[in-house]
């Protein structure tokens, strides 16, 4: 039945793309690093003249902290008026509470984490992106029926078939699009419309490096990592909040806050991202200790050693490529379990079919870019 949806949405006219790494795109992507395999975070339109959403928000946090004595009432001062300690209890006591009975498991790795939108939420979210990114990207789309698209098609197909029907229930209509612009890098959207920018292809050399990257932007719309991420930033808002009323300043708090909170968090999604990309890949009998291949591969053409990645690792959102390495190597005896549960072929017996895939790849690949403009 997923399939049947994949085949609808595959039949439906591709339509033109995404935003570019240097673009003022109103979808913003998590880092500001080359971002290979990104959930992509939703877009948030707004009417010419409108504040932003986040902004308002702040401004009224700000407005009601002032009205209860915080550092920004230009009458407090700092110190916490007579009502701030009832209205902090009350806060707390209210948002814990929301909190915990908004908590749900992720799918495959079984981490609790809160969510409090829904998954229609999620979806429309997606679809406005969908719009503005087709929009973006319409002159450098792929046709639906080119070999390239093709092949990533099928790669991505034959992992979404493994998917059990948790997934199927939440109306996503997956669909892949390759976008000619080199940039080694994709990402997906919170309604399963995956963008994979043709400057990666080469990085995937075959159809198991590309089963790892589509695996694991798959597996980030499985773990809804868009709807935790918003979810996400709600928790933020009430710690600014209860920062501003216990007489924080509220920019700092907030920064400290998305050091704490956001950027670690990513990162957890990336890592989780990887795993559950792993074991899909491997369930799709795709061979996962090729895997580590694929990002050895992205350093490499990344010029980096590995060493420097430290700090960069620290503030990113994203794991670095050598830490990524050792984790997938980590969890490699697993997947190959997952996949000799799966009935899979030995990889060995594999690798000549998958040499021929290869081959098959190759000749794709050297097809001239836009041949077909
Ligand atoms: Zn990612």
Redesign the pocket.
Known sequence: MLRNTVRQAVRSRAIPALPRATGAAPAVR?ATAP?????RAPAQYKRFGERAAGASSATALSQLASRFGGRGSPNGGGRLGGRAPLLIVVVVGAGGTYYVTHLERVPTTGRLRFIDVSAAQERQMGDDAYKQTLQEYRSRLEPSNSAQTRRVRAVAERLIRTLDGEVTTRGIEWDVHVVNVNEKNA?VLPNGKIFVMSGILGICKDDDGLATVLG??IS?TIAR?SAEKASGFKVLMAFALVAELCGLDIGISRAAATLLLSLPNSRK??TE??HMGLELMSKACFDPREAPHLWSRMQASEGGSGRGDVIKGLVST?PVNSARIKSIEKWLPDALQHRAVAGCPEPSTVSGFRSAISDAGERFMSEPRFAHR
């Open positions: 998590t971002l290979h395999t990104t959930a990402f694991h932007e980030h990592h999604m990336e991202a990887d994203h």
